[in-house]
């Protein structure tokens, strides 16, 4: 079959005069039958044309049976579509520009969707790994849990434990900060992770200060490129992290980042060597320190449903064995409410998922309705130009091509034109996801994904080609061959037309169209809505020229008063600096999701519930409020009077004072933590924003940094410019604090903007897209209008000469505009009014069904479909009557 | 004229190996012989009988040959292959099964 197939193709030449001898020989004994009969030559060559159906068409219909022909007629059919393409530039290019973007668009989020959500991990049978939760709400787990369920375990063969950090590495008299991951002794076995060179740590080296060969690490292949330059003899060598000197066993393979997506580590070190290099040193034994991950690898034979079974059985014995005896009785109930689960974790963990997975399904919809719009244009310019193409149909027909050739001649051209868009749209997928993955990406969260392509992602685009090809294509094939050959042939020579031009599905797709293009334009209109608000807000404290610096304990960490002297004299210093107007600490920075609250006492007000009496809370300098700039409302800032020693003070925020204090006697009074001594109010501050900006205004409360943890952050309220501050303060650090690297300088509007990475790449996304849709939608509605006013060229020439005036005319045109736009609104609006709810959840400060979102939506449509009417319309106005008559 | 629009699919294959069976013939002869046999009743024109012949081909059911007629003219002859006589039977018995069940349902109902 292959050899026939071959043949064929290559010696088409031969192939095809044999077919013609055949056919030939026929009609050749078919006329000298009727000559036998006694009729002369032509007459017997006419008989049997009658009753020959016409060479040409039997060898067509022979080339169409035969299997090979597929191949053939594909290859033959797209030298013809390319050469028909290349004909008309000007449409080709418009057209590989409007798929470029509608299936890049989809390409694009869709490398997003799959990188994040589908593509499993670089592991052998990735399928069979489990990732654990609990109660299907959170991924992280404590170390004694852990344990547990490794003992009682039965249906994992295996359990990968980690936990991530940055961790200081001593590079010559500096330090560095890397990312590791701290990986218990069963996470490269149970992976199925091999290095590629030197060995991976196993159970013996998940020890305390390390198994026989003491303290160990794996490195990543890039670290080893950058630390290393790829030199062999890297294993061995000794690193010094966090103070620890650990020697190099194995280097991992280019593609392996472990299990988390989104993060690239440079080291892997036995997760008990934490306890040593004191990140989460204190957390081994705690079951309130939920710092680990855990994927399972199931044993052969067992489902992801009898997993859960297992898992189900074994939580609440665990979590009885972890819980402390003198924990507070509701929490108590809490944890043991708990139940450990596991989902499919082939695709490993992204703390990333669960901010995106939502926004991405939406924007997943978004750009498949952008596809479909440009799928709707295409569909239009390709009938337009197939009833300009009547001449070269009808001219293939009487050739012997059947309808279903000339179908799928039409078909070739338009999945050729799709597949050229795809080509663009791959491009223009692998530049945008670079650049959505930039606006994803934080200082703290910095997110590394592998944006090459895979198969999943090309069949993705192949199969969104084809699917657009036949889509915008099969219409106006059918279109152009429906006359079928004498009413093309006839066809010619305008008849003057008059109403509507054949065109019912074309309007039909405007108004589609237009529909889609307010739903996206809407959605893109409350996201940005969404986005301005947000990035407007104020927050109760003055963010611009205020710089927060993140500094790392040294290791071991500085507790208590050492602590206290340390940062306290790095404060004082940094006020100091040139371009500080003042500086403080603090120990958490605000509206970055994390912090620390807790539950107070509040004397003679037992009718407060709990949830009355939290406070979020801050350990904070001096200058606290004139560096933040909160106001302060009563009483006085923290002094260098408020030592460890002196009596506990706090500081709390206007609607704490307004709820626990309604007489105003705030000031003063005491407050306490239970179990702990009172705390006496020193001072009323303003509102702020503590967690994030979506919050409801929050009850904050802030105590010196010396009564509490140790403070993390530096706040410098500064000068316009700050380079030379920054420089200034890096020299401070290394003179004040040789053992603490810095973590991240940033401004605090930078530390908002990346807050609001989630909420900008939505809105950016979708404004692209709003902006498209309306861009293709407008050139949609030109096209169709200015090819009615060419096929009516002749009625509007008679109605000019038998005296209709220019207005008349432009009605005539606009007319039609007018009728796709008010149905494609009204669809549009329709739409968004009852399908918006599904986006409330990402929406903040603006209703679903906002008016002015939608009124706004509606005028620019408007004003754009005007506008796309006013050529066509002034093109028609121009007509020379008489010209325009003689042509008919 | 050609009247293969009428026969049922597959139906024209059917023929077409059947023919060939007795011996090799070439495209005329091939639509001599049905409308013979058939008392007329099937007329096949080239424009069914060619691409049917080609498709058998394809499929590997028969062979075509260069051969020469009485007359000396040049002519393709088709002959049935081994698997194209395994096919015949296999269709003979599908046809078969086809027509009896079709008789039975025709002459109950009358």
């Known amino acids: 079959m292959l050899r026939t197939l071959l043949t064929r193709l290559f010696r088409r030449r031969q192939v095809e005069n044999e077919l013609h001898e055949e056919v030939e020989g026929y009609f050749e004994i078919l006329i000298e039958r009727y000559m036998e009969r006694g009729l002369s030559r032509e007459e017997a060559v006419r008989a049997a044309r009658v009753q020959f159906e016409g060479q040409e068409q039997v060898k067509e219909k022979v080339r169409d049976a035969r299997m090979g022909a597929g191949l053939e007629t594909i290859l033959r059919d797209l030298r013809y579509a390319a050469r028909v393409l290349r004909k008309s530039p000007g449409f080709t290019a418009m057209a590989v520009l409007t798929l470029t973007l509608g299936i890049g668009a989809n390409t694009a989020v869709f490398s997003l969707m799959d990188v994040l959500l589908i593509r499993p991990l670089a592991v052998p049978h990735a399928d069979e790994l489990r990732l654990l939760n609990i109660s299907g709400k959170r991924y992280s787990f404590n170390y004694p849990l852990v344990r547990q369920i490794e003992e009682r375990n039965s249906v994992f063969s295996g359990m990968a434990t980690w936990s991530s950090h940055m961790v200081q590495v001593r590079e010559e008299s500096d330090l560095k900060l890397i990312p590791a991951v701290y990986a218990s002794g069963g996470y490269f076995t149970t992976l199925g992770a091999a290095s590629a060179a030197g060995r991976v740590f196993g159970p013996d080296d998940d020890r305390e200060l390390g198994g026989k060969n003491g303290p160990v690490a794996v490195i990543s292949d890039g670290f080893w490129e950058r630390k290393f330059a790829r030199s062999a003899s890297a294993i061995g060598k000794v690193l010094v992290i966090n103070g620890i000197a650990v020697s190099v066993i194995g280097i991992m393979p280019a593609g392996f980042f472990g299990t988390e997506v989104g993060t690239s580590a440079d080291i892997w070190l036995p997760l008990n060597l934490a306890r040593q290099t004191g990140d989460e040193s204190t957390c081994f034994a705690s079951s309130t320190c939920w710092f680990l991950q ?308 509040v004397p003679g007000r037992s009718d407060l519930s709990e949830d009355q009496r939290v406070l979020n809370l801050n350990a904070v300098g001096t200058h606290f409020t004139a560096t933040m700039r909160v106001p302060l409302l009563a009483g006085r800032d923290v002094n260098d009077g408020d030592t460890a020693q002196s ?242 | 004229m050609a009247k293969s629009s009428d026969l049922l699919q597959g139906t024209l294959d059917l023929l077409i190996l059947r023919t060939l069976e007795l011996k090799p013939l070439h495209g005329v002869g091939v639509a001599d012989r049905i409308e013979q046999v058939t008392q007329g009743v099937f007329v096949v024109g080239p424009g069914s009988l060619f691409p049917a012949l080609h498709r058998l081909a394809e499929k590997g059911w028969i062979e075509g040959e260069w051969g020469e007629l009485e007359s000396g003219r040049r002519a393709r002859f088709y002959a049935l292959t081994g698997s194209g006589r395994a096919q015949l039977a296999k269709e003979k018995r599908n046809w078969l099964k086809v027509t009896t069940a079709m008789n039975q349902v025709l002459t109950e109902e009358s």
């Open chain 1, 294 to 601: 855990v994927i399972g690898r199931l044993k052969p034979g067992v489902s992801g449903e009898q997993a859960n079974a297992g898992l189900k059985v074994i939580s609440r014995p665990s979590m009885e064995a972890v819980i402390k005896p003198d924990m507070r009785a509701d929490r108590k109930a809490t944890y043991l409410s708990f139940v450990v689960e596991s989902e499919p974790g082939k695709s490993g963990y992204s703390a990333l998922r669960s901010r995106v997975k939502n926004p991405l399904r939406i924007l997943m919809g978004l750009v498949a309705l952008v596809l479909l719009i440009a799928c709707a244009n295409m569909a239009n310019l390709l009938s337009a130009r197939a009833s300009s193409r009547a001449r070269e149909v009808s001219v293939r027909l009487a050739m012997g091509a059947g309808r279903g050739r000339v179908i799928r001649q039409f078909l070739t051209e338009s999945l050729l034109l799709s597949a050229a868009g795809a080509a663009g749209g791959m491009l223009f997928a692998l530049w945008s996801t670079r650049l959505l993955v930039s606006v994803l990406s934080t200082v703290d969260d910095p997110v590394q994904l592998d944006l090459q392509p895979d198969w999943r992602v090309f069949a993705f685009s192949a199969a969104v080609t084809m699917a657009a090809g036949v889509l915008f294509g099969i219409w106006p094939a059918f279109r152009a061959t429906r006359h079928g050959l004498a009413a093309a042939l006839k066809e010619r020579g305008h008849q003057v037309r008059s109403g509507r031009p054949g065109f019912g599905l074309g309007r039909a797709l405007l108004s589609f169209q237009i529909a889609i293009s307010v739903v996206l334009l809407a959605a893109a209109g409350l996201f940005a809505f969404t986005l301005i608000r947000l990035a407007t807000i104020n927050p109760g404290f003055e963010p611009d020229r205020l710089t927060v610096i993140s500094m790392v304990n040294s290791r071991p960490p500085l507790t208590g008063a050492p602590a206290a002297d340390r940062f306290g004299r790095l404060m004082r210093r940094a006020a100091t600096l040139p371009g500080v107007e003042s500086a403080t600490l603090l120990s958490t920075t605000p509206l970055t999701n994390s912090g620390w609250n807790d539950v107070f006492e």
């Open chain 1, 647 to 888: 009596d506990k003070v706090l500081l709390i925020s206007e609607n704490a004072a307004r709820l626990w204090f309604p007489k105003g006697d705030a000031l003063g009074a005491s407050v306490h933590l239970t179990n702990e001594p009172p705390c006496r109010i020193i001072g009323i501050v303003g509102n702020s924003l503590y967690w994030n900006l979506k919050e409801e205004m929050p009850m904050n409360g802030y105590v010196p940094y010396t009564q509490s943890n140790e403070g993390r952050y530096i706040a410098l309220r500064t000068q316009a410019k700050v380079n030379a501050t920054y420089a200034a303060f890096q020299q401070v650090m290394r003179e004040e604090a040789p053992g603490m690297p810095i973590g991240s300088i940033r401004t605090m509007n930078q530390q908002i903007e990346e807050s609001l990475a989630t909420e900008r790449l939505t809105a950016y996304i979708s404004v692209f897209i709003g902006v498209l849709a309306l861009l293709l939608t407008s050139v949609g509605l030109y096209g169709v209008l200015a090819y009615g006013v060419t096929q009516r060229t002749g009625e509007i020439g008679i109605r000019m000469a038998l005296g209709a005036q220019r207005p008349a005319v432009v009605w005539l045109v606009v007319r039609e505009a007018m009728w796709q736009t008010g149905v494609g609104l009204m669809m549009g609006v329709a739409v968004v009014l009852s399908a918006s709810r599904l986006l409330r959840a990402m929406l903040f400060g603006v209703q679903p069904n906002d008016p002015a979102t939608i009124g706004v939506t509606v005028v620019i449509l408007l004003v754009v479909c005007a506008a796309a009417a006013a050529l066509p319309a002034h093109r028609a106005t121009r007509l020379d009557p008489m010209r325009a008559l003689r042509e008919e």
